[in-house]
C-alpha cells in the first residue's frame, strides 16, 4: 500500500487505539459516539496516509496486523502526550503553574515580598516570579514593552494599555535622630519642621519626588547637599545627625531593629501615605489570574501586615 504523506489525526490516532482495544469496529464506533461507517472510513484514511494495513479483517474477526502491533506502543505515546499537552494548557490558562517577570521598585521590593511570597508558594506551590527591581517609570515602559508579566508600583501615569488592581496603602513615617529635640512624641505638628533638613534619596529614585511634594505641601526645602542611594543609606544618616527624613513604613517595619537609635513619628493631623497596586497588560492572556493575584496579595498583606500597611477595600473602589 503507497501511502500519501498526509499527517495522521489525533482522532485518527484515537480511532486507531480504540479499534486496536476492542477489535470490533461496532463497539468502538459505540465508545466513540460515531457512525461504524464513519469509523471504518478514518481507518481507511489513515492506513492510505501511513501506507500500511493496520487491521487484518476476516469473517471470523478483527485482528491487528503485524504493523499495526509495532505502531501500538507509539499511538500510545501519541495520545498521552497530546493530554499531558491539553492539561499543561489547561494549566497554564488557569495562571497558576507559570513563572511570571515582577517588576517592584528597590524602596518596597525587599521590604515587602519576603512577607508575601512565602504564603503565595504555599498556597499556589506552581506559580513562580522571577522578580526584577526599577524605578516606577521604568516599570510601567518596561510593562508595555513586554519586558515585564506584572508590575507592582505606584504608577506614575495612567495608560489605556494598562489594568490595575489598588493593593494597599503604606504610611510614610517621620524619622529623626533619638537624641532630636523633638525626639519622643508621637504626632510632631508640622509647623515644627520647617527649619529642619529634610534628606532623601537620588533623584533617580521615585521616592525622593514623593518626598519633594511633601516638602512643598509643608514648606521644607530638601537638603540637595546630602542625599541617599538607598533606604539604608538614608536611616544611618538620620542617625548621625545629618538631618531628618520621610522612611516607608514597610521599611521601618522590616529593617528598623535598632529603635535606640531613631525616633519614628508621624506628623500630626497629615497622614502621609503612597499607594501600591499590581498591574498588568489589558491583553494580557492571564489577566483574570492577575485580578484573583491581587485579591490574594491583599488578603495575604491584611493578614501579616496590617499593622504597617492599610489593605484597599474594593468595596468602595
Same mark, same amino acid.
Given at each position: 500500500?503507497?501511502?500519501?504523506? =498526509?499527517?495522521?489525526?489525533?482522532?485518527?490516532?484515537?480511532?486507531?487505539?480504540?479499534?486496536?482495544?476492542?477489535?470490533?469496529?461496532?463497539?468502538?464506533?459505540?465508545?466513540l %459516539?460515531?457512525?461504524?461507517?464513519?469509523?471504518?472510513?478514518?481507518?481507511?484514511?489513515?492506513?492510505?496516509s501511513?501506507? *500500511? +494495513?493496520?487491521?487484518?479483517?476476516?469473517?471470523? %474477526? +478483527?485482528f491487528?496486523?503485524?504493523?499495526?502491533?509495532?505502531?501500538?506502543?507509539?499511538?500510545?505515546?501519541?495520545?498521552?502526550? @497530546?493530554?499531558?499537552? #491539553?492539561?499543561?494548557?489547561?494549566?497554564?490558562?488557569? %495562571?497558576?503553574?507559570?513563572?511570571?517577570? *515582577?517588576? #517592584? /521598585? &528597590?524602596?518596597?521590593?525587599?521590604?515587602?515580598? &519576603?512577607? #508575601?511570597?512565602?504564603?503565595?508558594?504555599?498556597?499556589?506551590? %506552581?506559580?513562580?516570579?522571577?522578580v526584577?527591581?526599577?524605578?516606577?517609570?521604568?516599570?510601567?515602559?518596561?510593562?508595555?514593552?513586554?519586558?515585564?508579566?506584572?508590575?507592582?508600583? &505606584?504608577?506614575?501615569?495612567?495608560?489605556?494599555? #494598562?489594568?490595575?488592581?489598588p *493593593?494597599?496603602?503604606?504610611?510614610?513615617k517621620?524619622v529623626?535622630?533619638?537624641?532630636? &529635640?523633638?525626639?519622643?512624641?508621637?504626632y510632631?505638628? /508640622?509647623?515644627k519642621?520647617?527649619?529642619?533638613?529634610?534628606?532623601?534619596?537620588?533623584?533617580?529614585?521615585?521616592?525622593?519626588?514623593?518626598?519633594?511634594?511633601?516638602?512643598?505641601?509643608?514648606?521644607?526645602?530638601?537638603?540637595?547637599?546630602?542625599? !541617599?542611594? @538607598? *533606604?539604608?543609606?538614608?536611616?544611618?544618616?538620620?542617625?548621625?545627625?545629618? !538631618?531628618?527624613?520621610?522612611?516607608?513604613?514597610?521599611?521601618?517595619?522590616?529593617e528598623?531593629?535598632?529603635?535606640?537609635?531613631?525616633h519614628?513619628?508621624?506628623?500630626?493631623?497629615?497622614?502621609?501615605?503612597?499607594?501600591?497596586?499590581?498591574a498588568?497588560r489589558?491583553?494580557?492572556p492571564?489577566?483574570?489570574?492577575?485580578?484573583?493575584l491581587?485579591?490574594?496579595?491583599?488578603?495575604?498583606t491584611?493578614? =501579616?501586615?496590617?499593622?504597617?500597611?492599610?489593605?484597599?477595600?474594593?468595596? @468602595?473602589?
Open positions: 500500500m503507497q501511502h500519501t504523506g =498526509k499527517m495522521p489525526s489525533l482522532n485518527q490516532i484515537r480511532y486507531f487505539m480504540t479499534v486496536a482495544k476492542h477489535l470490533n469496529f461496532r463497539r468502538a464506533a459505540q465508545l %459516539g460515531i457512525s461504524q461507517p464513519t469509523l471504518t472510513a478514518q481507518i481507511n484514511a489513515l492506513e492510505t501511513l501506507g *500500511l +494495513t493496520l487491521f487484518e479483517r476476516s469473517r471470523s %474477526g +478483527t491487528l496486523s503485524p504493523q499495526g502491533q509495532a505502531l501500538l506502543h507509539s499511538a500510545e505515546d501519541m495520545l498521552g502526550a @497530546s493530554l499531558r499537552f #491539553i492539561e499543561e494548557a489547561r494549566s497554564l490558562s488557569e %495562571g497558576e503553574n507559570t513563572t511570571y517577570r *515582577l517588576g #517592584i /521598585p &528597590p524602596t518596597l521590593g525587599p521590604y515587602l515580598l &519576603p512577607h #508575601i511570597l512565602p504564603e503565595i508558594h504555599r498556597l499556589k506551590p %506552581g506559580l513562580k516570579f522571577y526584577r527591581e526599577a524605578a516606577p517609570a521604568n516599570l510601567q515602559q518596561g510593562l508595555l514593552a513586554g519586558e515585564y508579566d506584572l508590575i507592582l508600583s &505606584p504608577l506614575s501615569s495612567k495608560s489605556s494599555q #494598562i489594568q490595575v488592581q *493593593l494597599f496603602l503604606e504610611p510614610l517621620f529623626m535622630p533619638s537624641d532630636h &529635640p523633638l525626639a519622643g512624641d508621637s510632631i505638628d /508640622p509647623e519642621i520647617r527649619g529642619e533638613k529634610v534628606l532623601t534619596l537620588e533623584d533617580r529614585h521615585h521616592f525622593h519626588y514623593q518626598v519633594q511634594e511633601i516638602c512643598t505641601q509643608l514648606g521644607v526645602k530638601i537638603d540637595r547637599d546630602y542625599e !541617599g542611594t @538607598s *533606604l539604608d543609606t538614608l536611616r544611618q544618616m538620620v542617625v548621625m545627625g545629618m !538631618g531628618v527624613a520621610f522612611l516607608p513604613g514597610l521599611y521601618v517595619h522590616s528598623l531593629h535598632d529603635p535606640e537609635a531613631l519614628v513619628c508621624e506628623l500630626a493631623d497629615m497622614p502621609i501615605v503612597r499607594q501600591h497596586l499590581l498588568w489589558n491583553t494580557a492571564a489577566r483574570t489570574f492577575f485580578r484573583e491581587a485579591s490574594l496579595i491583599r488578603q495575604i491584611q493578614d =501579616k501586615l496590617s499593622s504597617s500597611v492599610m489593605v484597599t477595600d474594593m468595596s @468602595s473602589v
